[in-house]
């Protein structure tokens, strides 16, 4: 089945510590984005990516850094200068085109804690 | 002043009555508008798109855009305890390529039994 893949779906970071969290689509999509989401806010855009080996900073892109070596692989690290990371992260793919606009779709998200 | 903006809620409804979701947008020259459901401790799942002013329905699910007055809804009739979730607006220009999406807040709808 199509879909977009999130590893892992939960994780602990201890202070100081960079995680990456793995993204990987056989849509065969073109865009992928990365989304951070809390409590009582709406989605945050931290980088997305519409071809391979390019990617653009979202609105919140300090402490956190991407690849996209592969197009169906858009992995996201939170390094340690994400002084709040705890949060929910959704990675997204998309395919823009004439009647679908840039509908976008969501993998199951992965649940990242600092401890 | 937000660029897309939802009540938080909760909205209650009793079971089988009519939920109306509201949201508006700032950015007049917006041309694609999504309506996402997302279950606590999910991902947003896609319930409809819509584009042109009017109603689109789908279902249970009837979404209206009104770009004049910069508004798009989504009605769920027969409401049903398996909608209780939250609905997240979206909101992006159509240029082609890629478009930047804005999404709002989300409203929390409570249907109850």
């Known amino acids: 089945d199509g879909g977009i893949t999130q590893s892992p779906k939960y994780l602990f970071r201890k202070e100081g510590q960079n995680v990456t969290l793995s993204c990987e689509q056989n849509l065969n999509h073109d865009a992928m984005y990365w989304y951070r989401q809390d409590p009582g806010q709406g989605l945050r855009l931290i980088y997305y990516?519409?071809?391979?080996?390019?990617?653009q900073k979202g609105d919140i892109a300090e402490g956190y850094s991407v690849s996209r070596e592969k197009k169906e692989s858009f992995p996201l690290t939170v390094t340690s200068a994400q002084k709040n990371p705890t949060a929910f992260y959704l990675c997204?793919?998309?395919?823009?085109?004439?009647?679908?606009?840039?509908?976008?779709?969501f993998g199951e998200g992965s649940w990242l804690t600092v401890v | 002043q937000k660029e897309v903006e939802q009540n938080s809620g909760p909205l209650s409804v009793p079971e089988g009555a009519i939920a109306s979701l509201n949201c508006t947008y700032s950015?007049?020259?917006?041309?694609?508008f999504f309506w996402y459901r997302q279950y606590s401790g999910k991902s947003p799942e896609l319930i409809m798109f819509?584009?042109?002013?009017g109603d689109k329905e789908d279902g249970r699910f009837t979404a209206q855009l009104n770009k004049a007055s910069q508004y798009v809804s989504l009605l769920i009739r027969d409401s049903q305890p398996s909608d209780s979730a939250t609905y997240l607006c979206a909101v992006a220009p159509y240029s082609g390529g890629y478009q930047k999406v804005t999404f709002g807040i989300g409203t929390k709808l409570q249907v109850i039994p």
């Open positions: 950015d007049r020259g917006s041309q694609s």
């Open positions: 997204a793919s998309s395919i823009p085109g004439r009647g679908t606009g840039n509908t976008i779709y």
């Open positions: 819509i584009y042109s002013n």
């Open positions: 990516s519409q071809i391979v080996n390019d990617f």
